[in-house]
Structures are given as structure tokens and as C-alpha cells.
């Protein structure tokens, strides 16, 4: 009989630690990044999944906020920043991508930021 207790309360052990451990596993993350007065704000659970739209969206968001300060005051570092993020995440200007470039040089970028880094999610 005390080997049954025994093995009770170590499956219950082991039961709590593995919930425990779960839980913390599966806790929010919180991503921030910041540059001058744009900030980059995105939570997930788990593993980052980068193909995510909410992430690209909020990607996108960030970039719109960088032009915005790239027209204030020009940066070489802000302008490099720029074109990283119309490459990676910006959209092409016209919702049809079959018929579209993405732009990769910074005037264009800045000229049609609105449509690059537009945060609204668009299903081809």
C-alpha cells in the first residue's frame, strides 16, 4: 500500500511541475523596438511566427512611423532602416503583386509610404 502512495504523490508531483512548466512556456512575449520616436510594439505566445499578418502589420505600421520622421529630419542610418523595412515587410503599391514591384530605393519608398507600409492586410 505505500508504494501506491508513493507513486500517487510522485505522478502528482510530476503532474504540477509539468503544468507549471507549460504555463511559463506559453506565458506573452512582448517585442519592442524603438527608433527616435517610433516604436514597434508586438506581443505573442509561443514561438514567434515572423509569417504572421498582426506581426507584418505591425511591421508595416513601424515603417510608416520611420518615413514620418525621415521627412522631419533625413538620416543615412534612419534611410538604411527604410528600405530594410519596405524590402522585408512593405507591400507593393498596387494590391495586385503579379503586375507590381517592390520598390527598393529610397525616394520611391518615401513617395509612396502610404501604400508600401499600409497595415491594413490584403488577401491576393
Given at each position: ?24 512556456a ?22 514567434l ?7 507584418q502589420a ?9 518615413c ?10 534612419l534611410?538604411?532602416?527604410i ?12 494590391i ?29
Open positions: 500500500m505505500n508504494e501506491w502512495k508513493a507513486a500517487g504523490l510522485l505522478f502528482g508531483v510530476l503532474a504540477i511541475v509539468g503544468i507549471a512548466i507549460m504555463l511559463y506559453n506565458r506573452p512575449k512582448h517585442i519592442i523596438t524603438k527608433y527616435k520616436q517610433c516604436k514597434l510594439k508586438y506581443e505573442h505566445r509561443g514561438r511566427d515572423t509569417l504572421n499578418e498582426n506581426y505591425a511591421q508595416r505600421d513601424f515603417g510608416k512611423c520611420l514620418e520622421q525621415y521627412i522631419k529630419q533625413r538620416d543615412e542610418a534611410g538604411r532602416l528600405v530594410k523595412q519596405g524590402i522585408q515587410y512593405g507591400y507593393p503599391v498596387t495586385d503583386s503579379l503586375h507590381s514591384q517592390k520598390f527598393s530605393d529610397l525616394d520611391s519608398i518615401i513617395k509612396y509610404r502610404k501604400e508600401v507600409f499600409d497595415p491594413v492586410i490584403y488577401w491576393d
